[in-house]
Every structure is written in structure tokens, then in C-alpha cells.
Nanobody, 125 residues
Framework: DVQLQASGGGLVQAGGSLRLSCAASGFTFDDYAVAWYRQAPGKKRELITCNDFRGSESNYEDSVKGRFTVSRDNADDTVYLQMNSLKPEDTAVYHC??????????????????WGQGTQVTVSS
């Protein structure tokens, strides 16, 4: 079975950090770009990053640029979203997703092949 599992969410104070993990099973990130989305209560789901580790493509939405960083552990095929300097407006359910390329998800396309279960991030002021 193909699965994506996001984990690592929690409650943190403003200015703090969290690291989310996205683990793949049934496929490998060697074949897909990895995107992170988030959805805050009452708001639309938004794409915040897309990274393609087959090259060095890296895309970050302006609100997280400079604070969030995506990396990959090749040994266990896990992708990490390091979130620093967290703000209350970062509060949302975060999902990882796999797509054939970042082009497939950027510019509103959102053509995702696999979705991961979300993980809640709550930032208190």
C-alpha cells in the first residue's frame, strides 16, 4: 500500500520551533517532489513549500520563507519540515503530499498524487 504519514505536530509558544516528519511507504521520494500544505480553521488549504530532491528545486511561500526549511533523510526516506520562529498565524493542520513535480502543484495546479494524514500545529501567543 502507498502511504504518506505526517507527524511531529504539537503545541508551541510563539517564537518556538517544531519539526514535522513525512514518511513514505510503498513508494520513494526518489520519484516524487514533496509538498507541504496547511489548512487553518475556516481557511482554504494553502501550499507552503514544494521541494524536488531529484534536483535542487526548492519553493517556499512568502509567509514561511526564511523560517521554514525542508530537508530529506535519504537513509529512511523521510522528509522534514523544520519550522522556526513560529507565529500564531502558523496554527493549522499540516499535510505532506507527493507529486510528479513541483510544477504540478505550484500556481494553483495542486495536482497531487499522494496525500499524507495531517498533523496539528498550534502556536500560542
Amino acid at each position: 500500500d502507498v502511504q504518506l504519514q505526517a507527524s511531529g505536530g504539537g503545541l508551541v509558544q510563539a517564537g518556538g520551533s517544531l519539526r514535522l516528519s513525512c514518511a513514505a511507504s510503498g513508494f520513494t521520494f526518489d520519484d516524487y517532489a514533496v509538498a507541504w500544505y496547511r489548512q487553518a480553521p475556516g481557511k482554504k488549504r494553502e501550499l507552503i513549500t514544494c521541494n524536488d530532491f531529484r534536483g535542487s528545486e526548492s519553493n517556499y511561500e512568502d509567509s514561511v520563507k526564511g523560517r521554514f526549511t525542508v530537508s530529506r533523510d535519504n537513509a529512511d526516506d523521510t522528509v522534514y519540515l523544520q519550522m522556526n520562529s513560529l507565529k500564531p498565524e502558523d496554527t493549522a493542520v499540516y499535510h505532506c503530499a507527493a507529486a510528479l513535480s513541483c510544477f504540478m502543484v505550484l500556481n494553483g495546479h495542486n495536482r497531487v498524487d499522494y496525500w499524507g494524514q495531517g498533523t496539528q500545529v498550534t502556536v500560542s501567543s
